[in-house]
């Protein structure tokens, strides 16, 4: 009886142990993920993982690129130039930069990231491994830029437009003016731009179109090149040629008397929320009413402007207009566009600002029309701009309309050259009725008195887009 149970006992913990055995080798390895590289790998790449094991513990962990055979990137007896980060108790990060020097084998085209990981289970009898694996296109040329268009001819504080050609076309590009980037667009969403005849550049693998400008407060001397970036974080730069013309900017006294400051200051305050606790009213005293003004003129000015500045991501990627912009009919200009005003208050200078637009003045309540066609991607009350429309036309050009008494328009409308949207005012940081209209390049003002111009129009972008769809190797040429 006692060696039955015996044997019955030995075969049960046997039977266990077999059990727990075959399980110890089906438990699940360390959990992999690879963060970087995705898609791509460059002349410079980063590697990126990070190894999870339940208990902490790692018996094996390496990583490699696979390519011809394998090129490690991290082992753990030999971590290299790899960064090892605990993240938590049972997580280790593993950041590692790499590039052609570090891994000369490398050629362009297909490889695999590989990650191997491997913890001890069963007090160690046995272990437990995974691996992870992510497919990956080397790329190690820089991407190509070629300018395609001659003349650019840029006014300070003015446009510009481009015609270029990139290669490999998914890389981003556009044109560098300093530190200020304008970006290029696909040709084919040209179409048959302004009118122009004979434009077509409809299936132009790689050619782009680009707007760019010299800001007024960029120096007559900022470089000016075309810049790429493909997928894969390749980067190159290439000259066109180009010359930039002076353009004295005026300057002009502005008086900030009390009756301006009672009736203008607390309307804007009311609606300002970094106000919304200032009892200001047309009754304030006047040392109190002229401290908040230049709270509105000089960091209220800077917020709304930069919500103007934000919506050039809100742009498309199609030339939306056609011909010259319109100049509100029988308009007599108040102030032009960059002026530096200097305010004054009791025959004494307590403020400056760049007036970044025109002011145009006709008659009380005027109406107020679309200066080209676009869509409407801003139609409400903005701080000092007052009842404010702002309209995209296409790859980064938009066009303000602010002061306004009334808006005719909502966010998200379409509308063509000469649609009314809406009538003149004094909203806002204005002294009488008047309309002020500003021009933009990616967020950024320039003159509007080139695009009030045919003439600007034709040379400086259809005749460049005619060369270009005319050039030899042109899909566009007849």
């Known amino acids: 009886m006692t060696r039955a149970i015996l044997a ?3 075969a049960t913990a046997a039977a266990l142990a077999g059990y727990v055995w075959l399980s110890a080798g089906e438990a699940a390895g360390p959990g992999i993920d690879i963060r970087q590289p995705v898609r791509f790998v460059g002349r410079t790449a980063v590697f990126e993982a990070t190894v999870d094991s339940p208990d902490g513990r790692l018996t094996a962990l390496d990583a490699f690129i696979e390519q011809d055979g394998p090129h490690p990137l991290f082992a753990l007896d030999d971590a290299g130039g790899t960064e090892t980060r605990q993240e938590s108790e049972t997580s280790l990060r ?22 191997r990981a491997t913890r001890p289970v069963l007090f160690g009898l046995r272990e437990a491994s995974s691996e992870a694996a992510v497919e990956v296109e080397v790329r190690l040329d820089p991407p190509r830029l070629a300018p395609l268009s001659r003349f650019h001819y840029v006014n300070h504080g003015g446009a510009e437009f481009i015609v270029y050609r990139v290669s490999p076309a998914d890389a981003e590009s556009g044109v560098e003016v300093g530190d200020r980037f304008y970006p290029g667009y696909d040709a084919a969403g040209v179409g048959n731009a302004g009118g122009a005849a004979g434009v077509a550049l409809e299936g132009e693998d790689g050619l782009r179109v680009a707007f760019f400008a010299l800001a007024h407060d960029q120096d007559l001397g900022t470089p000016m090149r075309l810049y790429a970036r493909d997928p894969a974080g390749n980067e190159s730069r290439a000259p066109f040629d180009h010359r930039v013309f002076d353009r004295e900017f005026r300057r002009s006294r502005i008086p900030v008397g009390e009756r301006f400051l009672r009736r203008v200051v607390p309307r804007i305050a009311a609606r300002a929320p970094d106000l919304a606790d200032e009892d200001v009213t047309e009754a304030s005293d006047l040392a109190e009413l002229l401290d908040v003004y230049l709270f509105i003129n000089g960091e209220l000015r800077r917020r709304n402007s930069a919500a103007v500045a934000a919506l050039a991501a809100e742009t498309g990627p199609r030339w939306r207009w ?19 005003r200097t305010y004054f208050h009791a025959g004494e200078e307590v403020d400056q600002q760049v007036h970044l637009g025109f002011d145009l003045a006709s008659t009380a309540n005027a109406p107020i029309r679309a200066a080209n066609a676009g869509r409407v991607i801003f139609a409400d009350y903005l ?46 940081l204005a002294g009488g009725d008047h309309l002020h209209f500003a021009m933009l390049l990616h967020g950024q003002p320039v003159t509007p008195v080139e695009w009030w111009d045919e003439n600007w129009i034709e040379d400086r972008i259809l005749r460049k887009l005619r060369e270009a769809s005319t050039a030899p190797g042109s899909a566009g040429r007849p």
Request: charged share 20%.
């Open 94 to 115: 593993l950041v590692r930069r790499f590039d052609r020097e570090s891994h000369p084998e490398l050629r362009a085209g297909p490889a695999t990231v590989v990650v």
């Open 322 to 340: 056609e011909g010259p912009f319109r100049q509100l009919a029988n308009s007599q200009v108040e102030s032009g566009f960059a002026d530096h």
């Open 383 to 428: 701080g000092i701009f007052g009842n404010c429309v702002v309209i995209d036309h296409g790859m980064g050009l938009q066009s303000l309309y602010a002061h306004l008494s009334s808006i005719d328009a909502a966010t998200g409308d379409d509308v063509g050259r000469d649609d009314v949207i809406g009538r003149s005012g004094q909203t806002g």
């Open 8 to 10: 019955a006992f030995a």
